[in-house]
């Protein structure tokens, strides 16, 4: 089947989803009925839209203690004393648990912790909402009501924030948050600025933003026979085995991790936050099940961030748009105990060929709670940055911004000097400027006005870190011939239900449908945690390897040729075989656990995209709205085009939330959050989505990468959307805003 590249609305229409695959020439990709490639539907969209999925908070056992936290309402203070008498007081509570009562606690390690301070182990309080307290009662509103009677005292001190905090100097190498080197230095990035013939210089901001996924973080926990049972919401079930393994000095193998559902996670549930350690604690000393489900306002104390990164970017080109110079350095707030990086110069190192290439990484302490990864870390505070520095430069030196990007393209990685493993940015962008006629765009700006609106169209590229982690699984085949696809991976709301029966029915030349699949929990073999966009190349050439592995049972059972599919049953029951086990992993070069840009091997590894929006503006109003996106992505094979398609659509949401609204505004008084509570809090509603998204992928196969070919998408689509949208509203309207999110004061008047 071919289909028309030419997609006039992807977001409305129902895909038939061979248009999303190109060649780079426009030319649609044929794909495949069945297995990968084809355009399997959600296998568990049902069970989500009719509540039949269940959650962490959802099902607790009879007897089930309710655990609300009393957090700190101050950033910096020592606390004197804490009263739960007038909690206890109240029907229905049942304990309070306070820091006199904590177990002594074994070590900490972070990751998977998420922080390396553990709560309610000393008198000091180090960020607004900083656990103090548990109580626990019979009802949720038992507890709330509660918590809020326990009577905390203390001697409160004047916090710092990011703005009143001191840059730090290096921070330490070989911290757990850091991937990669953390300040680089190719040529003499100085000189080269001396010399340039056309020089641009400019801080950016990218605020703090939190996560606010559907389903706000809660957990389970139960003690039976000695054995630490959780039903959690997170994106790394083995992560919170190993976290608690090392605080409760237990056995991993004691903690049982289930997790069948995710409602969303975005970096907020990958690492093990202290409620995740407190319930379980609660439940020993209560003597029941403890459930504590942080809330909504909880997403902004009791998990992690997006931290404010500012950017100052120096660029050095000749007239010829070459560039010669780049400097990127970043400055991060995070919490007085953890240096936790933001690497918004991560990209920079190897988006663009330029011999003169500096980047540095620097921190501000402050008292906040530690910040944590969030879609899409790292690239997406930092390629507003430099892809806002280039579109300047396009301006400055009269060379239209693709054109300017194809000049200074990268043939191999600038930074590490290995070869890409798979690099088709240059297609993307072709496609992308194809499908949105970037041609026809005036160069100059305030050139196209209709009514009272500004009209203005601008791009950017994108370019993701790709990370891989070793994993495990199993496919297995029952007597009665069902096939069942097994690994520990959790399901964020990506398709990785969809996607792995998908690579095993395609290694085992067979239908996916009916293929189960069983995952979210420590009792399934062992993978890598569901973050940076590293599941599906991870885990899925786990799967693929162990469908490998069952097809060569198979034929071993049936002396030869693997017979059809119908006909595996009886094979199995001829041999007296109840199941049939393949098992697979993948292993990263030198047996890594764990690979950042392909690391361990001889290939650099990123996904790249090409971003083109158009805007409207209004000045009278001071409103800036995205009329329409077109986005063409390089990022190896696409499994499914469906399930991929939601995602690069999610991501390209969540940057017009960065772009045009989203901001975690803290009082520097305080340093606590203004608001905590969706209902004030900007975030892109549906109302705010143009429905013309058009997405493409280049048709690509990588083989360095993973055995069947792909990288990652996940984080990528957030990457360039909100350069891209400022970089329109400077065309729209000449106004270069440099700090996010743009506002009404940055367009009125
Ligand atoms: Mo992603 S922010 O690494 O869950």
Known sequence: MVVD?????VHRVDVGVGRLIVDGTGAAVELPTRGIGSTERRHDGDEKVTGAAIYAAEAPPVGTLHGVLVGAPVARGQ????????????????????????????DVFVPPFAMSFIPMTDETVRYEGQPLAIVLAETLEQAE??????????????????????????????NGYAFSALDTDHGDAEAALADAAAVVEADYVAPSRHHNMMEPS?????????????????QWTYGIRYALSGLLRMDPGAIHVRCPYT??????????WPHQLLAPIAARIAGRPVKIAIGRDGCYTGTGYQPVVRSRIRLGAGTDGRLTAIVHETENVTSRFDDYVEFGSAGTRSLYACPNVRTSTRIVSADVNTPTAMRAPHEGPGMFALESAIDELSYDIGMDPLELRLANHAESDPHTGKPFSSNRLRDAYAEGARRFGWDARPPGT?????????IGSGMAAAIMSTFRFSSSARVCLAS???LRVEAGTQEIGTGTRTIFPQIAAERLGISAEGIDMRLGSTELPETGGTFGSSSTISVGSAVAHAADDLHQRLATLAGGEVPPRDQWADLLSRNGIAELIGEG???????????????AGAHFMATWGAVFVEVEVDEGLGLARLRRCVACYSAGRILNPVTARSQMIGGIIWGVGRALLEESAMDPRYGRYVSKNLSGVHLPINADIPQDIDVAFIDEHDPHASAIGVRGIGELGEVGVAAAIANAVYHATGRRVRDLPIKFEHLIG
């Open 5 to 9: 590249a030419k997609v006039e609305n």
């Open 79 to 106: 606390v004197r004393s804490i009263d739960a008498r007038p909690a206890l007081a109240q029907p229905g509570v049942v304990q309070v648990i306070l820091p006199e009562d904590m177990p002594e606690l074994g």
């Open 145 to 174: 009501h509660g918590a809020a009677l326990v009577a905390v005292d203390i001697a409160t001190e004047e916090p710092v924030t990011f703005e009143t905090g001191e840059v730090s100097t290096p921070v330490s190498e070989g």
């Open 218 to 234: 809660a957990t389970l926990a139960e003690w039976r026979n000695g054995e630490l049972h959780m039903h959690d919401s997170t």
């Open 263 to 272: 409602g969303g996670g975005f970096g907020a549930k990958g690492y093990v």
């Open 446 to 454: 305030r050139a196209r006005i209709e009514g009272h609106k500004l």
């Open 480 to 482: 009665d011939g069902t």
């Open 585 to 599: 992993g993948f292993t990263l070069p030198g047996e890594a656990a764990f690979d950042a840009h392909g690391g």
